[in-house]
């Protein structure tokens, strides 16, 4: 099936192939006639995905579009005050080719005009045996993800008609911008605009800016994020030449032309967008180009001002753990502790990004929870990405929960804040589950020290409940005590049913295999509580590993006895499968209820 | 509990108080004298919470900060066109003083220079007896969400020593910006510039802009959400007068200074940031004000390259319906048939923002699956805000599934994207379970027409499949046939336990009560099914309410039959009991997988 990207941008292609404003920059090659009906656009995404219309294979001068990249290249280079003593960052409202430099200090307005561009093509220095210019071309191609050659012819042509160029860099030697040879200076800059690119070649120039600089497909760091970060502030105030205010007010994203007809504009963490057509503007801007941009920015929302709406709030829900509790089966007893105290432990489910908006609205929401509240789970698993801020105040938020005598605790599988914690002070957690045990655990030591036994006794198994105290003598006396060691495997997957077992101290756990033969837990059961019930028919077979979580013992009501019993005594064999069977459905019910839950609460 | 960002603005303000270059703009109030010490910072967000430190409630002069709510008052009141003949919006890199008009039109280059400001101020006429003074006070006053005054003695203060904005009010004039009396206009905008604020109030307007124009906390639209659009364009090419480069480069926010020595930035979608403190710079901008806005930016990643990235991809997981099946109870059969068909159906789950990036994943995803997809269920049910890019590509790719046959099944419960479909051809359903019954109910009628009889026999049932023929027809002779309509109650919450039922055709939905008493459906049961099981003790009273949802014929075993059959043939009896515990927990760890699998999935 077609992307229906595609066919928008083939839609636009289309309606704005009907524009037939503007004249081509006369390039100054022999037999290298300029095709002002070339039209192109393509879109790429910062994971890689290239969309594209028209004639975007074909090649075309980068001209000025080169000046940004060659401007972060320099900034990478040496670093944004070096950069700086040479080119201000100011807008200068002015032509590309005005001969503007500061009264004071000499310095070109901005990287994005020729006097700027030159001066920092000076900047550039050969390394490791590469010239500056094989640098430049290099960067590019890393940048585009494909190797990029210069045009020789171009560079000679563009060289012959360079009069006002040669001034301005004899221009900048005379006030100290430029410290080796002018005539260096220009030849570099006139060759980086000669480099050849294709649409796609842009865009996926722009999508590697988008991506703070490395190429999303091949995955090479080409250009320092923060050389990027500022190469892209000085597009959105000086990148359409005179046209800036109206581009950012229009479009509101970082952008640059080149008089080839190439426009590039770059939506920062999210895409880049390239259109060629050869006619330009009184400004010297692609007019089919800068149409596109329009039109592209406003249906698809790419302005600055809407594009940053996003994670006004991190928190998905805040509730008290008996909403989801641990898989634990707990005694009725340790039940009623857990729920007479729930609002002592809270969950803060987060979602989307933790940047801004979304880390304030965590700090207030803990910030703000009750003061009988002695322990927050925060959980990040559906958290995306962290800025700073996150990593600065969160820990800062535990440091003083802990000063209250409070726990913060992390739920964070991916690692995306605990790094920032203390790890002696703070709780991490790759589960949810864990966590959740890990308050009930908790609240159950400091709340109901007597609800949790080392010991059940048997006659207080929940299972058991229904029968009278001379049924339950009579089973009891036909199991048989088993114990386990910490991490013993109790039942194997496919043996044989072996019977019920009544654990009476300890904990085991129930583990299972998914269709690609992942093992996952179950379950944890604890003291109070029966295993083997999954199996409770004599042509079954185990389907679950059963493992003892701590040292374990439990009465074991064998298959053996069972049958003995339904052979001796079937009256009290109905009463037995009845309480089992009523044990089950309780459990059924919790379950379908739980689920239900669930269901209710992740829709929003 | 203190907010550590609370904290974390307490440091910034410590630091730059030791800040103590720059002089304070000389008020010409008699008595009026400027404490060069007082500062302040306050963040608003948009949804209207405040953090502010230091002289938050000591009030000072707009001065050029009301040039930016003007031009979106202007903007509001005429449209971009009237305002764009006007006053242009490109960058000056001026003083604020230049005498700066555009050579041709003699427009002022924008709205943020005096020039500017006088013409916007020339546009905004009185209405509905308001003169335009009163309107635009009135209108900060709705940004700021309290009543704001101008300051009388300021105004005839600054009219003293006004001739340079006096003479370029004529200039205005002599050109044709300015229509009316260049007198009445120079004291709109003399007056606006007096009305005094607090850095809250500050904050407050900001996160007003932030939110599109219309206050957090009052809920007043003060301005059209386009025009503020534009004057954050604006304000980002030419919001700091010379030094605007620099602070996109260095802030990346819009933002405004007044020579008051406040100064506002504005993060679309996310807040407010106010900064007041006399002494300026070279440029008229706050010492303090550039320097704390500076920090905030870089620490909490403010700058618009930083929080733009956000939605990389809306796809939470794609997986086949069998994966979370519906809570219907199936027959054996009709399990395989879905279980051989599942891939046919696929649920693609999302979160996040569907702006460019978001869209754009989850159209390349529906355009990827594979050829034999015949249903896709998007579950929009954790999606935050939608884009218009989303609104017409998502419509469009229904269509196209359509058209080939396919089926694009939306969850929407919040309306977010629904009103965009044809309703005739899209099916929408709030809840998840419901969207998947119905692809279920679609894969069975395709692909298992003989699975899914009208009428599953007794000896069919799942729950009986234990027990020989022998005790089978022993048990069934025991059964009542028992039938109900379609909306039927079949037992009530409370009531006491009536027996089994086995569903022989039909179907029924079991309802429970969460702790706030509202109502919602636990399980549908079909035919193959039993009910009542969840009360099966006879001290036990039914804790749901069952309710036919179609014509719904079974069988019952009563309580009565029950105890006859316990007492005439209890060897038989047990094996009832037997066969009904282990249908109890065959469902029990279908239900614990089923719970283990969605937790899994839900960790990213």
Same mark, same amino acid.
């Given at each position: 099936?077609?992307?229906?990207?595609?066919?928008?941008?083939?839609?636009?292609?289309?309606?704005?192939?009907?524009?037939?404003?503007?004249?081509?920059?006369?390039?100054?090659?022999?037999?290298?006639?300029?095709?002002?009906?070339?039209?192109?656009?393509?879109?790429?995404?910062?994971?890689?995905?290239?969309?594209?219309?028209?004639?975007?294979?074909?090649?075309?001068?980068?001209?000025?579009?080169?000046?940004?990249?060659?401007?972060?290249?320099?900034?990478?280079?040496?670093?944004?005050?070096?950069?700086?003593?040479?080119?201000?960052?100011?807008?200068?409202?002015?032509?590309?080719?005005?001969?503007?430099?500061?009264?004071?200090?000499?310095?070109?307005?901005?990287?994005?005009?020729?006097?700027?561009?030159?001066?920092?093509?000076?900047?550039?220095?050969?390394?490791?045996?590469?010239?500056?210019?094989?640098?430049?071309?290099?960067?590019?191609?890393?940048?585009?993800?494909?190797?990029?050659?210069?045009?020789?012819?171009?560079?000679?042509?563009?060289?012959?008609?360079?009069?006002?160029?040669?001034?301005?860099?004899?221009?900048?030697?005379?006030?100290?911008?430029?410290?080796?040879?002018?005539?260096?200076?220009?030849?570099?800059?006139?060759?980086?605009?000669?480099?050849?690119?294709?649409?796609?070649?842009?865009?996926?120039?722009?999508?590697? =800016?988008?991506?703070?600089?490395?190429?999303?497909?091949?995955?090479?760091?080409?250009?320092?994020?923060?050389?990027?970060?500022?190469?892209?502030?000085?597009?959105?105030?000086?990148?359409?030449?005179?046209?800036?205010?109206?581009?950012?007010?229009?479009?509101?994203?970082?952008?640059?032309?080149?008089?080839?007809?190439?426009?590039?504009?770059?939506?920062?963490?999210?895409?880049?967008?390239?259109?060629?057509?050869?006619?330009?503007?009184?400004?010297?801007?692609?007019?089919?180009?800068?149409?596109?941009?329009?039109?592209?920015?406003?249906?698809?929302?790419?302005?600055?001002?809407?594009?940053?709406?996003?994670?006004?709030?991190?928190?998905?829900?805040?509730?008290?753990?008996?909403?989801?509790?641990?898989?634990?089966?707990?005694?009725?007893?340790?039940?009623?502790?857990?729920?007479?105290?729930?609002?002592?432990?809270?969950?803060?489910?987060?979602?989307?990004?933790?940047?801004?908006?979304?880390?304030?609205?965590?700090?207030?929401?803990?910030?703000?929870?009750?003061?009988?509240?002695?322990?927050?789970? =925060?959980?990040?698993?559906?958290?995306?990405?962290?800025?700073?801020?996150?990593?600065?105040?969160?820990?800062?938020?535990?440091?003083?929960?802990?000063?209250?005598?409070?726990?913060?605790?992390?739920?964070?599988?991916?690692? =995306?804040?605990?790094?920032?914690?203390?790890?002696?002070?703070?709780?991490?957690?790759?589960?949810?589950?864990?966590?959740?045990?890990?308050?009930?655990?908790?609240?159950?030591?400091?709340?109901?020290?007597?609800?949790?036994?080392?010991?059940?006794?048997?006659?207080?198994?929940?299972?058991?409940?229904?029968?009278?105290?001379?049924?339950?003598?009579?089973?009891?006396?036909?199991?048989?005590?088993?114990?386990?060691?910490?991490?013993?495997?109790?039942?194997?997957?496919?043996?044989?049913?072996?019977?019920?077992?009544?654990?009476?101290?300890?904990?085991?756990?129930?583990?299972?295999?998914?269709?690609?033969?992942?093992?996952?837990?179950?379950?944890?059961?604890?003291?109070?509580?029966?295993?083997?019930?999954?199996?409770?028919?004599?042509?079954?077979?185990?389907?679950?590993?059963?493992?003892?979580?701590?040292?374990?013992?439990?009465?074991?009501?064998?298959?053996?006895?069972?049958?003995?019993?339904?052979?001796?005594?079937?009256?009290?064999?109905?009463?037995?499968?009845?309480?089992?069977?009523?044990?089950?459905?309780?459990?059924?019910?919790?379950?379908?209820?739980?689920?239900?839950?669930?269901?209710?609460?992740?829709?929003?």
């Amino acid at each position: 099936m077609e992307s229906p990207i595609i066919t928008y941008l083939r839609g636009v292609l289309d309606e704005f192939s009907e524009l037939r404003d503007g004249e081509p920059y006369p390039v100054n090659i022999p037999g290298g006639a300029i095709d002002p009906d070339d039209f192109a656009i393509a879109l790429a995404t910062v994971d890689g995905q290239v969309y594209e219309v028209g004639d975007s294979d074909k090649e075309f001068l980068l001209q000025s579009l080169s000046k940004p990249l060659s401007y972060a290249l320099a900034l990478s280079d040496l670093g944004t005050e070096a950069v700086d003593a040479k080119v201000d960052v100011e807008p200068s409202g002015d032509p590309f080719h005005e001969m503007s430099l500061a009264e004071e200090t000499g310095r070109p307005a901005n990287a994005m005009i020729n006097a700027g561009a030159i001066a920092i093509a000076s900047l550039i220095k050969g390394s490791g045996g590469r010239s500056a210019i094989r640098r430049i071309v290099d960067t590019y191609s890393a940048c585009a993800g494909r190797t990029l050659r210069t045009n020789g012819r171009a560079y000679q042509g563009e060289r012959a008609i360079s009069d006002r160029n040669h001034a301005l860099a004899y221009l900048l030697s005379s006030v100290g911008v430029i410290d080796g040879r002018p005539s260096a200076a220009l030849e570099t800059y006139l060759r980086q605009c000669t480099v050849q690119v294709t649409t796609r070649d842009l865009a996926m120039i722009g999508a590697t =800016l988008a991506n703070g600089g490395t190429n999303p497909v091949t995955g090479v760091e080409a250009l320092d994020p923060q050389a990027v970060e500022r190469t892209l502030s000085v597009m959105m105030t000086s990148g359409m030449y005179d046209d800036a205010g109206d581009w950012v007010a229009r479009v509101g994203m970082p952008a640059k032309s080149g008089v080839g007809g190439g426009i590039m504009a770059v939506l920062p963490g999210q895409a880049g967008l390239a259109v060629f057509s050869p006619p330009l503007d009184q400004h010297g801007n692609s007019v089919r180009g800068t149409a596109t941009s329009r039109r592209v920015s406003q249906d698809m929302e790419l302005h600055f001002v809407r594009s940053a709406r996003a994670g006004r709030s991190a928190i998905r829900s805040t509730h008290t753990i008996d909403r989801v509790p641990s898989r634990i089966r707990r005694t009725e007893e340790a039940s009623a502790v857990l729920a007479e105290h729930s609002q002592r432990a809270v969950v803060v489910e987060l979602s989307g990004d933790l940047f801004f908006a979304g880390t304030e609205s965590v700090v207030r929401e803990l910030s703000d929870l009750p003061d009988d509240v002695e322990m927050a789970v =925060l959980d990040l698993r559906r958290v995306n990405e962290v800025g700073p801020l996150a990593l600065s105040v969160l820990p800062r938020t535990a440091e003083r929960f802990e000063a209250e005598g409070r726990q913060l605790i992390l739920v964070d599988p991916d690692g =995306l804040i605990d790094h920032a914690f203390d790890d002696e002070h703070t709780h991490t957690f790759d589960d949810h589950d864990l966590a959740i045990i890990h308050c009930e655990r908790t609240l159950l030591e400091r709340y109901g020290a007597e609800s949790m036994p080392a010991e059940v006794p048997i006659e207080d198994a929940p299972a058991l409940a229904m029968l009278d105290a001379d049924d339950l003598r009579v089973i009891t006396a036909l199991m048989e005590p088993v114990s386990y060691d910490s991490g013993e495997v109790i039942r194997r997957v496919g043996q044989r049913f072996a019977g019920v077992f009544f654990i009476l101290s300890g904990a085991v756990s129930t583990i299972a295999s998914d269709a690609e033969g992942n093992r996952f837990r179950l379950s944890t059961l604890s003291a109070g509580m029966m295993i083997g019930d999954l199996a409770l028919a004599d042509t079954d077979r185990q389907e679950t590993t059963v493992k003892a979580e701590s040292d374990t013992r439990a009465l074991l009501l064998s298959a053996d006895a069972i049958a003995t019993l339904e052979a001796d005594d079937p009256e009290l064999a109905v009463r037995l499968w009845r309480a089992l069977a009523r044990e089950a459905y309780v459990r059924v019910d919790a379950h379908a209820r739980a689920v239900a839950a669930r269901i209710r609460e992740t829709a929003p």
